[in-house]
């Protein structure tokens, strides 16, 4: 945690082990944001009540913060927390929600399709625990996906909003940092999803790529070993398209497209690439111990509340409520 570099500030809701869409659309990104900023990704516990029929599972954090960790996420550089563990970011929810209007949450796009499904106040609330989430920290730069820039709007309306009616810039404008990452494809050639089952896990073992990739679906068109075939009907090719450097996929896009390879070659140096990828991340994931990840996020945790409490004590401040002790 530097506090002189710009914050960064990002959650994810605990889903357990992630896969290889996790990595390619929001790890990667964190990773290289470590270098540079001041960055504070939290597990994103509370919002994955939103709507659920069941609590998050300890083992489903677990899993996931070992898949943050063997992606390379620092713990040195960089503060990992769990939201739950947390209470000033609920109470700058509460003291934000009392200035924010009902309609600016209404008009968060989605929410009166999912209300009629889930019709509660948390999710009315969710972009605004978003928002307290992020000002708690001071977060300048919010890593998202496009589907959230409307909760980053909502975010820095409060942020505005509150800033003027007290007069001081206490929290900074949070900027959305949208990723370029092209979402990836799954198995079925639908968005990879754990939901969906199509998904290849970060550390799923060498064996059961090959076999998934084996299984997969090609150009429907190309029936035959020697009929040519065209990469860009094919779902396997969306998957090399992120994964496979573009030197590699000239080479197996003419051979596709003259026959000169097979599907299952194509397959198998696609799977010898995940395989490869994937080397890393399950050594590193090897070498962790259950009760040094929980000692990480107790340390984390801590260091999050430190900065969170400083916030707090100014908004308090502010507001002209009497301060801690
Ligand atoms: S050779 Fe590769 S890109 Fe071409 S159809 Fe087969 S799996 Fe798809």
């Known amino acids: 945690m530097n506090p002189a570099l710009p914050c960064v500030i990002s959650g994810m809701r605990p889903t357990g082990a992630l896969h290889l869409g996790h990595f390619h659309g929001v790890l990667k990104t964190w990773v290289a944001l470590q270098a540079e900023h001041d960055c504070r990704f939290f597990v994103a516990d509370w919002h994955a009540l939103t709507g659920a029929s069941a609590l998050p599972h300890d083992e489903a954090v677990y899993e996931m913060v070992v898949d943050w960790l063997a992606a390379g996420i620092d ?99 949070p900027q959305a940092r949208f990723s370029d990452a092209p979402r990836l494809t799954g198995l079925d050639g639908q968005k990879m999803s754990k939901s969906a089952g199509n998904a290849i896990g970060m550390r799923e073992s060498p064996a059961s790529v090959h076999a998934k990739l084996r299984a997969m679906p090609t150009d429907p068109q190309r029936v035959h070993r020697h009929d040519a075939g065209e990469p860009e009907r094919c779902p396997v090719w969306a ?56 000692w990480l996020m107790e340390v984390g945790t801590e260091r999050a509340r430190a900065y969170a409490r400083k916030t707090l004590r100014e908004v308090r401040e502010v507001l002209s409520f009497q301060a801690e002790a």
Not at 269 to 283: G, K, M, N, S
């Open 75 to 173: 713990p040195e550089r960089t503060t990992l927390f769990l939201q739950s563990r947390m209470p000033e970011h609920a109470e700058l929810f509460t003291l934000l929600a009392m200035h924010t209007p009902l309609a600016w949450l209404e008009r968060v796009p989605g929410f009166r399709e999912k209300a009629d499904q889930h019709p509660t106040y948390g999710l009315l609330g969710y972009p605004l625990l978003q928002a307290a989430d992020i000002l708690a920290h001071k977060g300048e730069w919010v890593p998202v996906g496009q589907d959230q820039a409307a909760h980053l709007e909502l975010a820095r309306e409060v942020a505005r909003r509150f800033n003027h009616r007290s007069g001081r810039q206490l929290f900074p404008m």
């Open 239 to 294: 998957l090399h398209a992120v994964i496979t450097p573009s030197d590699d996929r000239a080479d197996l896009a003419a051979g596709c497209r003259t026959a000169g390879i097979g599907c299952l070659d194509c397959k198998g140096a696609l799977a010898d690439r995940i395989v490869a990828q994937q080397a890393p991340w399950r050594e590193r994931a090897a070498a962790l111990e259950p009760k040094q990840v929980h």
